[in-house]
């Protein structure tokens, strides 16, 4: 009885909070979904940036919500609905596993607009986003390899999906492409998040002898433990310089703002339609941090390598792209990877000598 | 720096919070209350921590920040569990959860501020003999506190008085109640000592092990902790093995990785736990076999008007 009565207050609560909300009628409703805290300074921080520079550039015209430490699975249906009935006309949700929930919300409310991050699944009015920072990946690993002294790189990924391995290889391309020999160390911490098991893998790659770590998992800890160490590592997500003002070379910044603005002015316009847009660094859908501690003709190498993704002169997977064993891989796209091959990426390149975990 | 040295300087990293926060909620429970809110205690204590830290840019009174946030967290918990008799498996959930947002209140501020790292303890001489130097006389002070506290408690429940009253009332309330001893004001004093643990543990996160402050950054070591305590059979001593066992083998795999070995690193991943759980499984059964978890561990107490 006592359960009925909190779950009857909480609803009651939870619908006053939406009734409240939904009084400013006139202006477009925009809602977010975020997976962590807006401090975690990494991946949710980037959104809630977006989210901030959308509320700049229309503010006038829109009123944002966010519900962050949405878990995904079924919690975040609900949280998605929330938004729904809280009146959100176009509803953004930033992490590969709302893809289901947002299919089955958006299949629920055909006149909402719903769009899903980093995902493959699409509605007529469920469209998909994401960007890619394999082309960023390119550029640290030839600044890791004129970097580095002993020509061993540290890596850690955070879960083996392809867009980690792909991650790993575009790095490792682009570091072949300065010294053919380069090697890399790979740990997984199979965690997007936890600051103290990256600390401790950085820790092991740095006293096995890397001289520069790299990550694809999301908090600052591998830069600090990198900067106590007085070595060398890269950000990621965000700007990291803070944690390691001599340690940084770059990092790979998710600048989400400029997508969200462009898809809120074409609701706004009657102009939105479900589409899945996979921006690189030409649409800025990320950008590199400042290039710092390096020399010069580092800084100038890595500042040609990124005009030249840009302009799309210079591919990252360029066919011929030879597997571990040596064979060449199929070159599905126009003298390079199609993207298809590069979403579902489940390979190493020749020159990693190591197996992905569980293959 | 040789590499058995550095793994052993991680290994002993690793564990320390999770020796801390195992210790107090071992004195918890083995007065019979179940506290489950240790991640929300744990993640308050490393926002309030760190806060004290950034303020005075002492570690010692960020650790008193964070002793201070956990106890006045289990103090909620001793009102509501222990106050008003509410379910403790309820009250120590919602605790965790209240933690969570609480850390998220307080650290706002915080993300992307510096501090110093704990410092080192450094004696001429002693520090530098290769090998055991560093690891025995060049630790940082939240190290030797988990080590004093848990061979304190061990004293404590076995060698003193009141040790045993307060195991008596772990057993059963109610003879011991009978027997005219303050149930309820021993609970709470044990719920204190268990939360302060929690806070110190949580502090140790963002002062020693990764100095900067990040929502989220305890990352379950709360929850590790707890089933520590169980496979520990509520004893001090096998949960020392537990705790720097599921260091040890945490920082292991992360090695054996970077070395390529040819196992899965999601299998590596699991191995901690795993390990944990056989090893201090066996040793229970070897020993005494059978556990020995408080009679009246999670039960409420109302006392007879």
Known sequence: MRKTLFAAAAILLASATGLTGASAADKLKVGFIYLGPVGDFGWTHQHNVGREELIKALGDKIETTYLENVAEGPDAERSIEQLVRAGNKLIFTTSFGYMDPTLKVAKKYPNVHFEHATGYKRDKNMATYSARWYQGRYIQGQIAAKMSKKGLLGYIGSFPIPEVVSGINATILGAQSINPNIKVKIIWANTWFDPGKEADAAKALFDQGVDIVMQHTDSPAAVQIASERGALAFGQDSDMIKFGPKTQLTSIIDTWGPYYIERVKAELNGTWKSEDTWGGIETKMFVMAPYTNMPDDVKKMAEDTQAAITKGTLHPFKCPVLAQDGKEVECKGSGHLADGQILGMNFYVKGIDDAIPGK | ?305
Not at chain 2, 91 to 98: D, E, M, Q, R
Not at chain 2, 125 to 133: F, Q, V
């Open chain 2, 1 to 305: 720096m040789g590499l058995v040295e550095a793994i052993i300087l991680s290994v002993i990293a690793a564990s320390t919070p999770l020796l801390l926060a195992a210790t107090g909620e071992l004195v918890v429970e083995r007065a019979g209350v179940l506290n489950l809110g240790i991640e929300g205690m744990m993640i308050v204590g490393a926002a309030c921590g760190f806060a004290g830290a950034l303020y005075t840019g002492s570690t010692l009174i960020g650790a008193l920040c964070g002793i201070g946030a956990g106890v006045a967290l289990s103090l909620i918990f001793a009102a509501m569990a222990l106050g008003l008799a509410v379910n403790q498996v309820a009250s120590g959930l919602a605790l965790t959860i209240l933690g969570v947002g609480l850390s998220g209140l307080i650290g706002a501020g915080f993300v992307g501020e510096r501090i110093a790292i704990a410092p080192r303890l450094n004696i001429q001489g002693l520090t530098n003999i290769p090998l055991i130097g560093r690891i025995l006389f060049g630790q940082d002070m939240f190290v030797y506190v988990s080590v004093a506290l848990v061979v304190a408690t061990w004293w404590f429940l076995y060698r003193s008085r009141a040790g045993l009253i307060l195991r008596a009332i772990g057993d059963n309330h109610i003879s011991a109640h009978a027997l005219g001893y303050p149930v309820l004001k021993i609970r709470t004093l044990a719920v204190l000592f268990g939360g302060a643990c929690a806070g110190l543990a949580g502090a140790y996160l963002p002062l020693a092990y990764t100095p900067f402050f990040i929502p989220g950054m305890t990352a379950g070591r709360g929850w590790i902790a707890l089933a520590l305590v169980v496979f520990s059979s509520w004893r001090p001593a096998r949960l020392v093995i537990g705790a720097y066992l599921f260091g040890a083998v945490t920082i292991l795999q992360l090695h054996a990785q970077g070395a390529g070995v040819g196992v899965p690193s999601q299998l590596m991943s699991a191995l901690p736990y795993l390990a944990t759980v056989i090893v201090l499984v066996l040793i229970s059964r070897a020993r005494t076999g059978g556990s020995t978890a408080p009679a009246a561990l999670g039960n409420v107490f109302v006392p007879d008007r």
